[in-house]
């Protein structure tokens, strides 16, 4: 090992010990500069954070971090320089007991031994005994060989039921097997934005290439997803087909008025529904294709703590914290916290034809540079960009991701005002599902109140988070087709109706009529995003239908509705009063 090994090796040890918001707290509290430019945890990288941490500190430090800021109960390290288990953080290698006990088995099992370490190491992640024993030859049994490993510190339990259990090796330990297998060596490796970023401002290595890292980053989040459905399938399916023919967007308003009341629940319920139209599907009608799909862009929008983060964030990602599980897709959102508006359109060329959503937030901050309107407008359209800077030319290309966005606007009596000075930002806005947040004092109680019940545990959380979840991954992978499903399911579109055609006719002809003057300040694209929203709603009803469509539901259509008129209205300054309006046709 190099003396650069072990500010890697500390990098991995931290971001495995510590969750994001402590790695923020640590950060703070050692004034690195690096956390000085960021207002909250969830817009630092992890790996950067970890990385700068671990450059920063020495040994006696380290150990002074792990006895003020409690890790994780669960880590387990055994690095060339750093162990920790049972709590306890030793600044000594671990690799002397590992070597010792791979020496034991391979004594005891030979090429037996050899060939389940093998299987380990080339799968690198979680395997049971049937992956392991598709690798052996027949008539093996690795049990005994996988006790012995593990009983001897060489590879861990990464979960254990009743009936069943997964094993790994751990990540710092990889270098030292792989050569006492004879195999190829591969050094730890930190996330190359991270290394890549460090070394070059010490003119090291070439500058850095973000798209090259990006497919690493969308690799991980695809293996996510692949491991989640996995779990899934083997453990889950049944229960999760169960509770989908019972699941629409009306029981999930209500679990969510549960949780949040019947202001804040919206903005959740909007966000979760976005989830489902990530699958894109087509949306058809009686006679054909209408050249429309499910997805569609977010933005949540006003006033400072009206919970816009905690509805297109920490529900969507998890925030372990504060007692929130997630609730979106696994390895389909990216967060784009502390990117700026460059680097994505840089990075945007890794998502050709792929489909994940962004989570921007203060998206405000992505207008102080000049010229993003235009790139993000075609972004936000799925059109082609190509964008011009002074040493180089990015793309074209054509970007089929989708946004969840929040920024902040100076709000009045009736309307509001962006702070962003671009006054092309309201082509940004027009192409997005839009709500604003006014802090009244309902909004304000129901956001203290539920505060308050997740703080106490007065709410549980868990049960239903975890259901949702299912039955969205479920969904998805059914309707983009992915390879553990396609086979065992069948993908439908969405179908419109004559009466959902009806509803939208109406609700124009109420609003326009209610408009008092012959000016209209927002465009039809409304219409386009009730009907994107009505549909990806509908595909809640999934398990629900025995037909090889979905109908567009009549409960997703109600909502629709009140959403078309209650941002027809903002967009109006208020001109008309929206609940007025909603009288008329719900």
Partial sequence: MTVDDRVVERRLLLKRAFPRTKLFSIGKQLNIPYFQRFTTAWDIEEDDAALEIASAINDTQLKEVFETYSP????????????????????????????????????????????????????????????????????????????????????????????????????????????????????????PSAVSLKLAARGKVRELDYVEAEHKIIQKMDRELDEYLNELLRHRLD?????????????????????????????????????????DVKIVHQRGKTGKRTGWNLSLFGEPGTGKSFATRDMMLGKPDAKVPP??????????????????????????????????????????YKGMVEPLKLAMERGEIKYEMHREVIGPYRFNSFFSVNYNVTTFG????????????????????????????QRYLEIAQSQMRLMFGKIDIEKGAQQIRD????????????????????????????????????AREVILEHIPHEVVRFSARLEDHAIRFACAASLLNYFRSNMDFIPVSEEALRYAIQLFVEEASVRSREEFDSQEVLKKLL
């Fill in 471 to 506: 039955h969205l991954a479920l969904v998805y992978a059914i309707e983009t087709r992915h390879p553990l499903v396609k086979e065992r399911f069948q993908h439908k579109p969405v179908m419109l109706n004559p009466k959902a055609q009806k509803m939208i006719e109406k």
């Fill in 327 to 368: 609730h979106g897709i696994p390895g389909r959102n990216r967060y784009a916290g502390g990117i700026t508006p460059a680097r994505f359109i840089r990075i945007g060329q890794a998502y050709v034809n792929r489909v994940f959503n962004f989570i921007v937030p203060e998206f405000n901050d992505w207008f102080r």
């Fill in 414 to 441: 009736r309307g509001y005002e962006v702070t962003v000075q671009d006054a092309n930002f309201n082509a940004i806005e027009d192409r997005m599902l839009c709500r604003l947040h006014r802090l009244t004092k």
């Fill in 72 to 191: 994780r109960e669960w880590v387990v390290f055994r690095g060339g320089y750093y162990t920790f288990e049972d709590d306890v953080l030793l600044l000594e290698s671990s690799w002397k007991k590992i070597q010792k006990g791979l020496h034991q088995t391979r004594r005891k099992y030979g090429k037996n031994c050899t060939a389940v370490l093998k299987v380990l190491v080339e799968t690198g992640k979680s395997s049971n005994l049937r992956e392991i024993k598709r690798g052996l030859k027949p008539g093996v049994d690795p049990l005994r060989i996988l006790e012995m490993l593990e009983q001897l510190k060489v590879i861990v339990t990464s979960y254990k039921g009743d009936k069943y259990q997964e094993w790994k090796m751990l990540e710092e330990t990889l270098p030292l097997i792989r050569s006492a297998l004879g195999m190829a060596p591969t050094p730890l490796i930190m996330k």
């Fill in 239 to 279: 229960a999760t087909i169960k509770f989908g023919k019972q699941f629409s967007s009306a029981s999930l308003a209500g679990y969510l008025q549960e949780l949040f009341g019947k202001i804040l629940y919206f903005d959740s319920l909007l966000s979760i529904i976005q989830q489902y139209g990530l699958a």
